[in-house]
């Protein structure tokens, strides 16, 4: 009993220096490639087909928080127009949720999106593109957590040793203040494609521009941090069955930075028609407070892709000082993409995330 009480009090230590100034960061997904409009808002639009639906889930920590571990929850669905000869428009909708704790403490984030895609080179009727994409995000954002099961120092009686929650907690806090706030996000990205199935794509995106107040005590006590991704990755084939599919993403946050790199195997066959798999390993690189950046986890992720069905599950081993805590146990993780067949008679090729 004592070990475990130990190794939670040193877990939750960990935890408080990887989380850096707290819930002023973003939740992070290992499987970022799967989650595409929370990534950059310049990937609205960027798949092969009609419109685009995607689900993400999840669960961080739950070996030592048990019931209340970080859940985080996010949805997006985009669709593409042809525009001109060549040239798409996109519109996307995306929400995301997180939570933790006993006090359910919660954000939630929506945005709705447009993009641009500007082909730079090739034909409708060629494999091998390039194409430009400009996108940007406006939306609100809404952060709380469950008053009721919050208690403070000022309601403990001593005498009775118990907590009276009717009675003054004696801090500066509005319960009935709303934490809402608007958000705007914007980002470029580069994808190429040529004839013997090779790709790659390059982006960069800014979150938070506007940097929103998001203090419960009323005032401008606390900022969102603006946050800068770039994210890269492409398909390599190495024969007609058999290709990588690598790709990063790398980001900062205040006083937060984090990385994302590895890549995915993609094998199919043609027996197979529709279906394919992948697997593949990632490493996820992250600073604690104002030490140097150090590998903190090792991601296993497996891929199924029947006909326009893709599902994802991934798992995080903690390789930092945590493991110890949480028996290397570290966030289990779920996708699930559908894209619809498009209209157009001309088939758009994009790349693979």
Known sequence: MRRNFTHLVLFLLGLLCQANSGFAQDARLSQFYAAPLQVNPAMIGVFDGQSRVVLNYRELYA???KDNPFRTLAASFDMR????RGDYAGFGLS???DEVGVANFNRVRANLGGSFLKQLNGSRYSRSNQYL?????LGIGQRGFDWGKLWFTNQFNIDQALVDYGSDPGENFDQSKTNVYLDFNAGLLWYALFDNDMSIYVGGSMHHLNEPNISFLG???????????GNAGGEIPFTRNLSLLPAVAVMGQGPSFSATFGGNFRFTNRDWKEVAIRAGAWGHLANQLEASKTLDAMIFTAILEIERWNFGVSYDVTVSTLASANNSRGAFELSLIYTSKSKDRVRTVCPKF
């Open 219 to 229: 005032d401008d006590s606390e900022k969102l941090y603006s946050k800068w991704v």
């Open 63 to 65: 070996s030592v928080l």
């Open 95 to 97: 929400v995301m949720r």
């Open 133 to 137: 994409v400009v996108g940007a995000q």
């Open 81 to 84: 127009f042809r525009v001109m």
